[in-house]
């Protein structure tokens, strides 16, 4: 057979945290926990703020897209990575990895653009707060919302493809959890300057432009703040903003430590961790870190909570 087609018929294997066994018992339990509150928390978020009128506004339909990115996000990664948590078999087919490999792509790619998009929100809420519905319409929203969507997909399928295409000479060991680009491009047998390096142009674009269009939102949004005369509209700025700039901080701040230190400054399971943690507890600690500072989704919460156990009460008796 030859071996150039050995992957394409058989797949990949996933070594992920096979050398530590004990450690894979300990994950598949951490994993399962997190997943669980990341499909729960973002539900809630969803379902509340399209259950409570007040929280039809630009802001909570940008946060209702990113819990449903959140959930799509985990729901690629997770069965597959319990599959392989709990057994012995650590295979993936060629099929399920490109699959894998292009929603994650994507769907990363738009969680940086959404943050920029949520923080120009932000920035013309508290800097332009007398035309802010008008500027912030449902149109101009919801053609944001698809751009973000469409941006990504073309990055995807681009930098996907690119890597699809190099010849891998039979290598089928992933050193990962999932089909991860960086990982796929280490198994090449050929020179692969040319596929980073359009990963470095298009991380520019997809990553470094958002964040400093955030970083320059947000430079706005601080002295309009500053200049603010009334406390408690300082007070109620500060939680809005708040919220979203730890999201960014925690999400960023990752991508960032993992993609931009040097290739053998950290250990090959590092990066394994910091994966783990940007995939799988950061979803989950978004619907925390937006409902604890967020009076009005906790109101919109406690509702549907009530609703809920109003109507068990009335299918009781």
């Given amino acids: ?90 295979t993936i087919s060629y099929v399920g990895c490109v699959i894998q490999l292009y929603v994650y792509m994507w769907l990363g790619s ?32 919801l053609k944001m919302i698809l751009m973000v969507w469409s941006i990504s997909l073309a990055n995807s399928v681009v930098l996907c493809t690119l890597t699809l295409n190099l010849p891998r000479c039979g290598n089928k060991l992933l050193d990962h959890f999932l089909c991860e680009l960086p990982a796929m491009v280490k198994i ?35 002295k309009a703040v500053l200049r603010m005369k009334s406390k408690a509209g300082q007070r109620k700025a500060i ?26 400054s950290a250990s090959k399971d590092q990066g394994k961790f910091l994966t783990l943690f940007y995939t799988i507890i950061t979803p989950s600690l978004n619907p925390l870190i937006y409902t604890l500072r967020n009076k009005d989704m906790k109101d919109a919460l406690k509702k549907m909570v009530r609703l809920t156990m109003k109507l068990q009460n009335q299918r009781g008796t």
Avoid at 33 to 49: D, K, M, R
């Fill in 1 to 90: 057979m030859d071996q150039s087609n050995y992957t394409s018929l058989h797949g990949f294997i996933l070594l992920g945290f096979s050398d530590h066994p004990k450690l894979e018992v300990v994950l598949s339990g951490v994993v399962t926990i997190f997943y669980l509150i990341t499909l729960v928390g973002n539900t809630a978020i969803i379902l509340a703020s399209l259950l409570d009128s007040r929280l039809h506004t630009p802001m909570y339909f940008f946060l209702r897209n990113l819990s449903l990115l959140d959930l799509c996000f985990t729901t690629s990664i997770i069965p597959q990575m319990m599959v392989n948590l709990w057994g012995p078999d650590k």
């Fill in 110 to 141: 738009i969680e940086c653009l959404l943050l920029a998009v949520m923080s120009y929100d932000r920035f013309t809420a508290i800097c332009k707060p007398l035309h802010y519905l008008i500027i912030m319409n449902p149109h101009l929203c």
């Fill in 188 to 222: 090449a047998c050929i020179d692969t300057t040319t596929v980073e390096m359009s990963v470095f142009a298009l991380g520019i674009v997809i990553v470094l432009t958002p964040l400093s269009l955030i970083l320059i939102s947000y430079g706005y949004i601080a």
């Fill in 239 to 264: 939680n809005t903003c708040g919220s979203h700039l730890t999201v960014v901080s925690i999400f960023y701040g990752t991508i960032i430590y993992m993609y931009l230190q040097p290739g053998n």
